[in-house]
């Protein structure tokens, strides 16, 4: 007796969409409307992937074990599942969903991985660079709202890799270089100085790491300064300053850059700086101006 292939197309089918509906079904008692949303969403998207590859035990496998070792190598230093969120283009995705609806707002971008909390505090046009290496940086500019409003005392928290592209924690020991916040002045205004940002390839002596080389993609950052900006009433900026020219601005790897985050970096010879010191060797000045949403618009 012949076997009709049609027919065990649709039984095969059919199984495969019981497995799935009793998953889906397994969320119905969550109290939480939005866990039970997300959560039944995420399993019928799943098992969509898996049927649209057709996924083997092997390729599921290779999948755990992967994950495994995301985990394996993610520190308190390290968050390796951020950065292949960031990879993935999850990260920019989740951003722009989330991205404040006030026109004129300082557009934000990824958090990335090296983030690291209890930061040194440095005074309104202190030094965050505290022995990074790279070129004497001058950043400047002012915080305010959308309708111009300066927002005094504002919590500006700012982190960057040194020159030779590696940020204070890929570093053995605890020194913390590269990284720190300071509150805006009574005007809004706020200063630093830090090192020249620099370009520099993710770190790929990871899982990450290893799925880019499969995938044949480029690892490269452009040169950026990360920015964390917080108020009461406004929400949480998440952002960075890209420089002008950098050749990776068009296949940042973590597809982080937006136009108008892009700043010009202004090179310039030893002498007196704004704040008034001396620099001895050549320097390098930024002016960036931060527009802060309020909370009232995220919630409209």
Known sequence: MSVDPDQETKELTAREQAVTDEAVASFDASASVR????????????????????????????????LTRTGHITTDKRQEFILLSDVLGLSMLTVGINAPASAGATESTVFGPFFVEGAPEVPLGGDIARGAKGTPCYVAGTVRSTDGTPVPGARIEVWEADEDGFYDVQYEGDRSAGRGWLRAGDEGEYRFWSVQPSPYPVPQDGPVGELLTAAGRGAMRPAHLHFKVDAPGYRTLITHIFVAGD??????????????????????????????????????????????????????
């Open 247 to 300: 050749p990776y601005l068009d296949r940042d790897v973590v597809f982080g850059v937006k136009d108008s985050l892009v700043v010009d970096v202004v090179t310039e010879p030893p002498g007196t700086a704004p704040d008034g010191s001396q620099q001895d060797g050549p320097w390098a000045r930024v002016t960036f101006d931060i527009v802060l949403a309020t909370q009232q618009k995220e919630n409209e």
């Open 35 to 66: 866990y039970r949303e997300v959560m039944q969403s995420l399993v019928r998207h799943l098992h969509s992937f898996a049927r649209e590859v057709r996924l083997t035990q092997a390729e599921w496998e290779q999948g755990i074990e992967f």
